[in-house]
């Protein structure tokens, strides 16, 4: 969405972006939960150009026997708690996968000059007014956006995004969130 191959190859759809959004949350659940040994990937975004070693951890440790590691990842995607304390888990990339899911619903990129896309939909995320909704989104999609799918995805980057990371859901309930509105029965689109 962000590079010139990107977007000369025309307008990604809503049903592309929430496929997207669905492929990725799989990915990590089976990073998180099936992966032997488990898999923090540490760098979830949309695109990605970094040369170098992957910044990926492989295993997990138990809560309170982790030790701080060097912090890796975008500018925008890292979570807060592993800034501040340098503790890296699943919900570390959950809160990228939070961020990955504000761009796909905005069309912009992680940061807005200094402000992170975080910070700058803060005030959106938890308010419920279709208005409001329009306001962020992208308007390349021209309106084009199932209500219900948009409330899920807005609900799930509120959740992955909450600075107190043991309130944050995990992969498995995030694609199941995502699956639980691809009803194709629901036909409500925000007007022009």
Known sequence: MHTHEGQSSGILSWSNRLNIALDIARALDYLHS?????????????QH????QPPCKLG???PGSQSPTKIKGSLGYIDVNYLKTGLVSPKS???????LLLELITGLKSTQGSTSLAEWTGDYMTNDDVKVWAKLLDPKLNGDVNLGQIKVLMDLAHAA???NSKGRPDMRQIVER???CLDPQSHSYLPV
Not at 93 to 99: I, T
């Open 34 to 46: 099936q992966a032997d040994p488990p898999i923090i990937h540490r760098d979830v975004v949309l």
């Open 178 to 180: 995502i699956l639980s």
């Open 161 to 163: 995004l909450l600075e």
């Open 49 to 52: 150009s970094s040369c170098g």
């Open 93 to 99: 990339d959950v809160y990228s996968f939070g961020v």
């Open 60 to 62: 997990f440790n138990t």
